[in-house]
């Protein structure tokens, strides 16, 4: 109940293309749903969240799709770059929480 | 604004030695967290603290303990290292109890145990 299920593991795109991540989840208390991205050598960063009551969220070429009645929610990197190449973790969370659910990765090339 | 500070960045350690690795805040923020990352298992959570003098157990705590004298300190310790711990750690801090609350990590210590 309090996983959170990333798909693919890795993910190769060519410069241009789109970058698709999927993540999904059974707990319904989830309210809150992050991406953080990781290049190598650094640790995690926010990139992008989400709330339940909203389906869509777009900030540049990130844009998060959330699907309530499925339980899932995606990254999609659009016109996808060498410089996006990095791990990409989902993450959930429920009201007032002590912590976040990690996702296991996905680590995305993308070459030129 | 140093953020979340990480020291050491590398560590190389026998079976069966110790250590202790710090992680220094300057955000003044409640809660602080281990991780840690191997290939293909994600970030999995260790010890953390909801503030100062406490702590709690993660995923994975068998191995580890951890100390929050300070509130801006979190100290992670291994008493008897094992292979087992070779790993990637990561130290996360955020402000409060709030889920919607934004993690910010440090730069990670990459542990070997031979």
């Known amino acids: 109940q309090q996983q959170v299920k990333q798909s693919p593991q890795s993910l190769i795109v060519q410069k241009g293309g789109i970058s698709i991540i999927n993540c999904a989840y059974e707990n319904t208390a989830f309210d809150y749903f992050p991406w953080y991205q990781q290049f190598p050598g650094k640790g995690p960063a926010l990139l992008i969240a989400i709330r339940p009551d909203v389906s869509e969220k777009k900030e540049g070429r990130f844009t998060i799709s959330f699907n309530k009645s499925a339980k899932q929610f995606s990254l999609h990197i659009m016109d996808s770059q060498p410089g996006d190449s990095a791990t990409y973790f989902c993450?959930?969370?429920?009201?007032?929480?002590?912590?976040?659910?990690f996702g296991t990765g996905t680590r995305l090339q993308v070459f030129p | 604004n140093a953020g979340v500070t990480q020291t050491p960045k590398f560590r190389v350690l026998k079976t069966g030695q110790s250590m202790t690795l710090l992680c220094a805040q300057d955000m003044n923020h409640e809660y602080m967290y281990w991780y840690r990352q191997d290939p293909g298992m994600g970030l999995r959570l260790i010890h953390y603290s909801v503030g100062e003098g406490t702590t709690a157990k993660g995923e994975v705590p068998d191995g580890y303990n951890v100390s929050r004298l300070k509130k801006q300190n979190f100290l992670l310790g291994l008493e008897s290292a094992a292979p087992s711990q070779t790993s990637v750690y990561f130290c996360?801090?955020?402000?409060?109890?709030?889920?919607?609350?934004?993690?910010?990590f440090g730069s990670g210590t990459q542990l070997s145990v031979l």
């Open positions: 993450a959930a969370s429920i009201p007032l929480a002590d912590k976040l659910i």
């Open positions: 996360a801090s955020r402000r409060s109890d709030r889920g919607r609350e934004k993690l910010f």
